[in-house]
């Protein structure tokens, strides 16, 4: 399993949010490349960086820190949040970077945008799904795509996409634990596919959990951000 630590970028500053609402937010930090190279001296596999300025589409967005970001560490990024147009998604994959692109919103208005990406970059590719009781949600979590979970992971991966972003709203943020139940549903119902878990996590037996079902990475946000897991602790146990 891979650890991932999450940059979620608002006005510019590192933040956490409960449950995706703004009125939940903590402000971590005021400098996002340092706290990207703090996560990466750490040992942390990969970045997830999510502009939330651009996903709720609030103020600036952050593209430019997030350009920054990927220029300035040796470690792969994932990028999400707003990403929706095919352009920007080819902007992305052609930087020279182990860069993967998180589509959720463009995707579930825009299903045909899959077709759109050439074959050999698909694997690049990670659709979203975010979810409120297995109703996919877009828009900044806002408006219900109309999909329900499975059918969506279905449909995409029929499409060819193998990966999938899978966070459980009501989780996310809440150091809860994660959300075993459909990650062994999923399990039972899908070969041959990645999950990257998100939301909940809070502690270091909720990693060997995510890791006896088999996911494929785990997203430390909060839990990282409020020292109740320690980065080398994790990669001992992944
Ligand atoms: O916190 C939120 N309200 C929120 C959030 N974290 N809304 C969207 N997102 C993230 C999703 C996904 O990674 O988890 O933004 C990405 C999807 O963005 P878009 O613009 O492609 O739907």
């Known amino acids: 399993m891979k650890s991932i630590a999450a940059i979620d970028l608002l006005d510019g500053q590192v933040v956490r949010l409960v449950n995706g609402k703004l009125e939940n937010k903590t402000v971590y930090d005021d400098n996002p490349l340092e706290v990207a190279k703090k996560w990466e001296s750490e040992g942390v596999d990969m970045l997830h960086l999510v502009d939330l300025n651009a996903a709720l589409n609030i103020g600036k967005n952050n593209s430019e820190i997030i350009l920054k970001i990927i220029d300035s560490v040796d470690i792969p990024v994932q ?10 998604i080819n902007r ?3 930087i020279k970077k182990p860069i993967k692109v998180v589509i959720g919103t463009f995707a579930f208005k825009q299903p045909e945008i899959i077709q759109k990406i050439s074959k050999k970059r ?4 990670i659709i979203s799904v975010d979810h409120n009781k297995e109703n996919v949600m877009i828009s ?8 329900k979970l499975f059918d969506a992971i279905r449909f995409y991966k029929e499409l060819g996409v193998n990966e999938f972003l899978l966070t459980n709203i009501d989780k996310d943020g809440t ?5 075993i139940e459909t990650l062994i549903k999923i399990n039972n119902t899908f070969k041959d596919i990645k999950i990257v878990s998100s939301g909940g996590v809070s502690n270091i037996i909720d990693i060997l959990k995510l890791r006896n079902v088999n996911c494929y990475a785990v997203i430390l946000g909060k ?3 409020d020292e109740k897991l320690k980065i080398e602790h994790v990669q001992e146990l992944i």
């Open 79 to 88: 990028v999400a949040g707003g990403i929706r147009t095919i352009n920007s």
């Open 140 to 147: 900044g979590w806002k408006e219900f795509s109309g999909i």
């Open 175 to 179: 150091l809860e634990g994660p959300d």
């Open 223 to 225: 839990a990282l951000y």
């Open 122 to 125: 698909l694997n690049r590719i």
């Open 92 to 94: 992305l994959l052609d």
